[in-house]
């Protein structure tokens, strides 16, 4: 069983920066591939981007460029660095993990744990 726990959501605004964490349990968390997702209100969750145990990333192109996905595998700890920030990524912004790596965009149900959430709010 993993834990994920995020941090560093809040309020900031349009074109500012924000620095999203997600700490694992898990001693072995190198060996996970750990996505970033975002909800909001009544829509579907969309996916954000991955990233491997090795450290090969994959975003999806309504964030690439302006966000961008890292880890250290020491602190067992994926960050999610958000740069250029609009009110339309307002959002519930999760982490999620899965045994192995992943080589494609994956999909939600492909996650097997999953952190709390976290609220990012833009005002404009």
């Known amino acids: 069983q993993v834990q994920l726990v995020e941090s560093g959501g809040g309020l900031v605004q349009a074109g500012g920066s924000l620095r999203l964490s997600c700490a694992a349990s898990a001693r072995t968390f190198r060996n996970y591939a750990t996505g970033w997702f975002r909800q909001t209100p009544g829509k579907e969750r969309t996916f954000l981007g991955h990233i491997n145990g090795g450290g090969t990333t994959y975003y999806a192109d309504s964030v690439q460029g302006r966000f961008t996905i890292s880890r250290d595998n020491a602190k067992n700890t994926v960050y999610l660095q958000m740069n250029s920030l609009k009110p339309e990524d307002t959002a519930v912004y999760y982490c999620?993990?899965?045994?192995?790596?992943?080589?494609?965009?994956?999909?939600?149900?492909?996650?097997?744990?999953w952190g709390q959430g976290a609220q990012v709010t833009v005002s404009s």
């Open positions: 999620a993990a899965k045994y192995g790596a992943i080589w494609r965009k994956p999909s939600d149900y492909e996650f097997d744990y």
